[in-house]
Structures are given as C-alpha cells and as structure tokens.
C-alpha cells in the first residue's frame, strides 16, 4: 500500500490549498456545533436496538432506516460481518445500554464479494506477516447474512436473541430485503 495515491477527481477541488480532507472536517464540525444544542440524553438508545452493517460509504444508515440521533448503536466494519469485536460491542450495547434488538445489514456490490481468503496469504508474503484475523470474503450475500444471524443467536454473551433481523440493502434503489434465516 502507498500513501501516495492520488485524490479522486473533484476532491482536490473540493478542498481549500493546503488543507486536508481532516481540515475539511473539523471546519464542518466547527458549523455543526454552533447550531448545535444538547439534546440532554443518556447513552441509552431509545429504540433498544444495535444495528451492525458494512462500513460501505453508499449506505446512509440513519436516512435508510429513517433514525434520529439517540436511536440506536450503530457497529460498522468491512462486510456488517459479526466478528468477535462485534459481538463485544453487541454484549455491551445489550448488557450495559438495554438494547433488546439487532439488525444486521449487508448490500449489494461489497468490496468483500471481490476478496477471498488469499488476501491474507498476499499480506504475509507482502509485510512478512500473516494477520490473525480472518478476511471474512463471501460470495453469497444471502448466506453470509444468514450466518451473521446465527452467529448472534448462538453467542452465550448475549442476553436477547429472540429478535434478530438480517437484510440485504440495494445500493442502487435504497430498499432493504430481509433473509430468511432458515
Ligand atoms: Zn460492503
């Protein structure tokens, strides 16, 4: 990997000379906070509900599922995949913050579908190391959705399963299809 890869186009443009994209955001930060106002909530999320899915930059996960701020915990990664730091931060969101409900959220066209395991094997031959974690690569999004549901229904961290819910959201028309589990 290099850190000198080119901008895409119009986002050198888009930003002032001299600054980063980083600078681009803290100055929109700083706007953000002037009209800002504290809403006066605990950590709790209203809706009791964690949503994990992909980090893919085309899902607006609060526009998508029509949520406010302080609704629910969102967990994001590479592929919405249900790792053992999700189920860390699934454990905790349930056991310490009282959501009762999950959602699992994968799309279509994830960069995961384009991947499969030998992306650890380049890694190693490339820094001499092998990661310890897995790629978590799959070609079909319906079965891996499914096994990040059976993944949470059978963790012994977790206090509620009974409503565990997986989809695959259309980057093209903005729907959300459920996966049956079975
Ligand atoms: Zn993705």
């Not at 509900?49 to 406010?68: F, N, P, Q, S, T």
């Not at 409900?101 to 994830?110: D, E, P």
């Not at 190391?129 to 079965?143: K, L």
């Not at 959705?145 to 206090?159: A, D, E, H, K, Y």
Request: with cysteine; net charge negative.
């Amino acid at each position: 990997m290099t850190t000198s890869a080119p901008l895409p186009s119009g986002t050198e443009a888009a930003m002032s000379a001299g600054s980063t994209v980083t600078d681009r955001l803290v100055g929109a930060n700083s706007r953000y906070a002037a009209a800002f106002s504290d809403p006066g909530m605990d950590a709790r999320p209203v809706l009791k509900v964690a949503v994990v899915a992909c980090m893919d930059a085309r899902l607006d996960l609060h526009a998508a599922l029509g949520l406010e701020l302080g609704d629910c915990h969102t967990i994001r990664n590479a592929g919405g995949v249900v790792t053992d730091d999700v189920i860390r931060s699934l454990t905790i969101s349930q056991r310490a913050l009282g959501t009762r409900s999950v959602v699992l959220i994968h799309h279509t066209g994830c960069g995961l579908e384009s991947l499969t395991e030998d992306f650890r094997h380049e890694l190693e031959m490339e820094v001499g190391q092998r990661p310890a974690w897995a790629v978590e690569a799959f070609r079909d999004v319906e079965q891996d959705v499914r096994q990040s549901m059976q993944r949470v229904r059978t963790s012994p961290f977790l206090v509620e399963t009974g409503d565990v819910r997986g989809f695959v959201f259309d980057v093209r028309t903005g729907l959300l299809r459920e996966i049956d589990p079975a």
